[in-house]
């Protein structure tokens, strides 16, 4: 059954000053390389492009969650400022798999959501849904109840055997409910952004747009003389008696037209590194191996040495440098050690050796566990008392204190 989703969106990007766009292309979920989606026809060449349209959704697209992503080009020539293409703009959507007489496990036959606290898989709030035969389906959420300014929305989708879907996260700001009856006071009065620094409540760029209770598209522009980089975009709105909303703030890459000499395509990354929790700056990470070596799709497959990480929460971080000398953000990932035998042992306190408070874990440590004293702390093993451990490491100004009569094993 052919299948579609109707899109409206706003492309409002500086590529490159002076520039039209006039290529348009989009693609759903796994970006195939600027240039190779599938083609948007129909729309003039501009700045700002408005697409309305309606976009079929790909026979072979599985059920569940999926992004349909935007952009837009420069026209093609040999020109250093053409061939250009903005960042991808994307809409997370639903894809269900539709209704079938065999009671099918992979259609979905549950829809949920909650704000900012997760109840738990099957205890969210429930979303009717109806499967008309299209094999698609748009919920209608609703916000009664959540206070106003800046939340974190989960949805997540159930199916006919019984499984769920990974909850997909999305930040929202839920504005004050328009009381018409009250006049003015509770109208939008004002919307304005900034880039990178906040100038403070009322000092950002004014949108000039005519405001009323329907949705409204907000026409950004980016300064000329902002500098290549990563910026921060900040949007909030006000009203006559509820004040400002929370700041709405969006990651954003301004790009160089030097980066790209000539308008190439088909930039290679040379370099791959990662680093766990604190970022050394780019360029001072440890090196991952990966193949091919340069490519464009590449694997790593590489262990990662994790032996000096305390006992606890932590964050992977990867990035990668292309050919142009571009780094891209990095991509976080969380993971946990745990206490089992066998791991580097941490202090968590000074204290004796023998006290289970002093070690991460909560218990003294095992002749094959390798033990780090971390910095500043003082260990002591107290007369009649033994210590054991395979290795031992510590921190700057760390102090183990070996008291006359006690027993120090290392293995």
Request: proline share 6%.
């Amino acid at each position: 059954m052919k299948k579609s989703a109707i899109i409206f969106l706003l492309i409002c990007s500086r590529i490159c000053s002076g520039q039209n766009f006039s290529n348009f292309e989009y693609f759903f979920t796994t970006d195939p390389g600027a240039g190779n989606g599938t083609a948007i026809t129909g729309y003039p060449n501009g700045n700002n492009i408005t697409f309305n349209a309606n976009i079929t959704v790909p026979a072979n697209l599985t059920p569940g969650f999926h992004f349909l992503c935007v952009r837009a080009g420069t026209p093609s020539g040999s020109n250093a400022l053409l061939n250009r293409w903005s960042v991808a703009a994307s809409v997370p959507m639903i894809i269900n798999g539709g209704a079938t007489s065999t009671g099918d496990g992979s259609v979905i036959t549950n829809v949920e959501y909650f704000f900012d606290n997760d109840p738990g898989v099957g205890l969210a709030t429930r979303v009717a849904f109806v499967n008309n035969g299209n094999d698609t389906a748009t919920p209608t959420f609703s916000a009664n109840g959540i206070t106003p300014g800046f939340h974190l929305m989960g949805v997540r989708v159930g199916t006919g055997a019984g499984g769920w879907s990974v909850t997909e996260c999305r930040p929202v700001i839920v504005f004050p409910s328009v009381n018409t009856a009250s006049g003015s006071q509770n109208q939008i009065t004002r919307i304005e952004y900034f880039w990178g620094n906040d100038p403070g409540f009322g000092a950002g760029t004014n949108v000039d747009v005519t405001l009323t209770n329907e949705a409204v598209i907000i026409p950004i522009t980016v300064p000329s003389n902002l500098a290549p980089g990563y910026y921060l975009l900040g949007v909030r709105a006000r009203t006559g008696v509820a004040g400002w909303s929370n700041t709405h703030v969006q990651p954003f890459v301004v790009w160089s037209p030097t980066v790209n000499p000539g308008g190439q395509t088909g930039g290679q990354i040379v370099k791959l590194e990662y680093y766990i929790d604190a970022d050394p700056g780019q360029g001072n990470g440890i090196n991952l191996t990966y193949t091919p070596n340069p490519g464009k799709d590449i694997t790593s497959m590489s262990n990662l040495d994790i032996g000096a990480l305390p006992v606890g929460n932590h964050v992977f971080y990867v990035r990668a440098l292309d050919s142009y000398g571009q780094w891209s953000a990095p991509r976080a990932t969380t993971f946990s050690i745990t206490c089992n035998n066998g791991v580097k042992l941490f202090t968590a306190q000074s204290g004796s050796w023998n006290d289970l408070s002093t070690w991460a874990c909560g218990r003294i440590p095992l002749p094959t566990e390798d033990v780090y004293i971390k910095s500043a702390h003082k260990i002591t093993i107290n007369l009649g008392q033994t210590g054991q451990c395979k290795t031992i490491d510590s921190g700057s100004g760390a102090v183990l204190d070996v008291k006359a009569g006690a027993i120090l094993k290392v293995n």
